[in-house]
């Protein structure tokens, strides 16, 4: 049976949401993976998920990065398999040839990440991350996660 290369977009989670943080990514090219495997961890402003593999075959290039965030329909990776049902997404990109674009890296202030969801926090507290500085980030790579808004809002209280 032929393969072919697919672009697997970032999901949509919803009317609402249409940025996704990469948290955790669980491949690299050159990985085979099977339907429903999971490739990495995304999380929105409302929560964070699992994304899987829509199909088997293997990981032909990987567009998004830890720390990044992506829009829903952004291609995330690139897969290569035979599953026709998915034929649909096959990609218009010449592997190789052309550098994918670098997704757009998390809103930062200083030197840390903020997560949709930490963003999200800090502006119901009526604060600005922009303006935050001396918030401890505890998320992986340096990521302020919503957990840390609180503890700096309690900080703050003294």
Not at 20 to 45: C, F, H, M, N
Not at 70 to 98: C, I, P, W, Y
Not at 99 to 126: D, F, L
């Amino acid at each position: 049976m032929e393969t072919f290369i697919i672009d697997v977009p970032v999901p949509s989670m919803g009317a609402t949401v249409s940025e996704l943080s990469v948290i955790l990514i669980k491949v690299q090219p050159g990985d085979k993976v099977t339907k429903g495997q999971r490739l990495a961890d995304l999380e929105s402003d409302k929560s964070a998920f699992e994304f899987e593999s829509p199909c088997d075959g293997t990981v032909n290039a990987v567009l998004g990065k830890p720390g990044a965030t992506m829009t829903s329909g952004d291609v995330f990776l690139r897969l290569e398999t035979n599953d026709e049902s998915l034929r649909h997404l096959q990609s218009k990109a010449v592997v190789g040839s052309v550098a994918p674009a670098a997704p757009a890296v998390a809103k930062s202030a200083g030197n840390v990440i903020w997560t949709p969801k930490a963003t999200k926090a800090a502006q119901e507290a009526g604060l600005d991350p922009s303006a935050i500085t001396d918030i401890e980030a505890t998320g992986p790579g340096n990521r302020v996660t919503s957990d840390d808004v609180q503890r700096y809002i309690e900080r703050r209280r003294g």
